[in-house]
């Protein structure tokens, strides 16, 4: 018998079934390891605790369940946080309130149990981060769901959290960015403003058209061709010294989007959502992405069209620089521009 995670003793005492075990073990495959040669990030290593529901266990001895309604349907919510160093030495978790705050409004948009305050959540991310001693962390919080075969509701869910180092999502030079052929999941066929697993499948697609034709990242429009956002990064564009960035509606409203704009109120940066079109963005002056892992970065060009404005003389750098003291607490007057 063994304790799976989901807490239910199993009968392992006869042969495996064919075709492998019953669950998905990653302790035994090559522990960590993300398939993408560009940023062999390792996610945990045989050390490395997690939380779930509750627990403090080993990342490489948890083992999940391979009839869940998440993998076969997607059907799961998660969060992106970070984790810094402060400028005092301490650890703080960024915006942890309004990031657990949103996974508690997706898991309800989902309609998936959801059984923690922000408080405990918040609580037990610093443990997973003191436990794997860890200051700048990239924070992966998860709700999902049981073996069920159905599209039936669950009167259950699972909740894990994970965490890592993470490099800048999006590297830290300039992208070069490609319009993609896909446009964001139009919000009348899914909770556009809920943090779903299964909406990132258009994201993937969107990426990999992006980098299979040699540039860094997509750009997608929304249902009706106006500029939404990255595959997980919002975006902002500049001209004459105002920014402007795409409406809440058809896109995951960020919380660094939300940042971004707080500093433009801080530093007296003119800055308008609403509705533009590619049109738009191809007699910008500069443009940059912003989101949780992305943090702030500038782009080159998009399409064929190459930003006039260097990126150190933009407004978007200036807000690179703040958004990056505002997230170690540093005092704004270091590195003003
Ligand atoms: N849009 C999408 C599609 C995303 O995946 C993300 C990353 N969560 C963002 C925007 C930025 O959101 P945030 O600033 O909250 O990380």
Redesign the pocket.
Same mark, same amino acid.
């Given at each position: 018998m063994v304790l799976t995670a989901h807490n239910k003793l199993i009968d392992t005492s006869g042969p495996p079934p064919k075709g492998g075990s019953l669950f998905f073990d990653p302790g035994r495959r090559r522990p960590g390891r993300q398939n993408n040669i560009e940023s062999m990030a390792t996610y945990y290593n045989e050390h490395t605790v997690l939380w779930l529901d509750g627990r403090f266990q080993k990342a490489a001895e948890t083992k999940t369940d391979l009839y869940g309604q998440s993998l076969h349907y997607g059907y799961a919510v998660f969060?992106?946080i970070r984790s810094y160093r402060t400028a005092a030495g301490s650890t703080r978790i960024f915006k942890a309130w309004?990031?657990f705050e949103?996974l508690r409004r997706s898991a309800e948009a989902l309609n998936m149990p959801y059984r923690y305050s922000t408080k405990e959540m918040i609580g037990a991310s610093y443990e997973v981060l003191e436990r794997n001693k860890l200051q700048d962390a990239y924070i992966r919080p998860v709700v999902y769901g049981p073996a069920n075969m159905s599209f039936n509701p669950n009167t259950e869910s699972f909740t894990v959290i994970e965490a890592w180092e993470m490099a800048p999502f999006l590297g830290e030079k300039l992208l070069r960015v490609m319009t993609s052929s896909f446009q964001?999941p139009n919000p009348k066929a899914f909770r556009i403003e809920a943090?779903a697993a299964g909406?990132?499948v258009n994201?993937i697609m969107a990426s990999h058209e992006a980098k299979g034709k040699g540039f860094d990242e997509a750009l997608l429009t929304d249902m009706n061709g106006y500029i939404a956002? @990255?595959?997980? =990064?919002?975006m902002f564009f500049e001209k004459d010294g105002r920014l402007y960035t795409p409406a809440t509606g058809n896109?995951?409203?960020?919380?660094?989007?939300?940042?971004v704009l707080e500093i433009c109120k801080e530093e007296g940066i003119p800055v308008e959502e609403g509705r533009y079109t590619p049109e738009d963005l191809r007699t910008a002056d500069a443009a940059f992405f912003? @989101?949780?892992? =992305?943090e702030v970065i500038g782009w080159k060009s998009v399409d064929a069209y190459e930003f006039p404005l260097p990126w150190q003389e933009t407004r978007g750098r200036r807000i690179q620089l703040a958004y990056k003291d505002k997230v170690i607490e540093q005092q704004r007057t270091l590195s003003t521009i």
């Open positions: 969060e992106g309004e990031h949103r964001r943090k909406h990132y994201s956002e @990255g595959p997980g =990064a919002n896109i995951l409203p960020g919380i660094t989007r939300a940042t912003c @989101g949780t892992a =992305a």
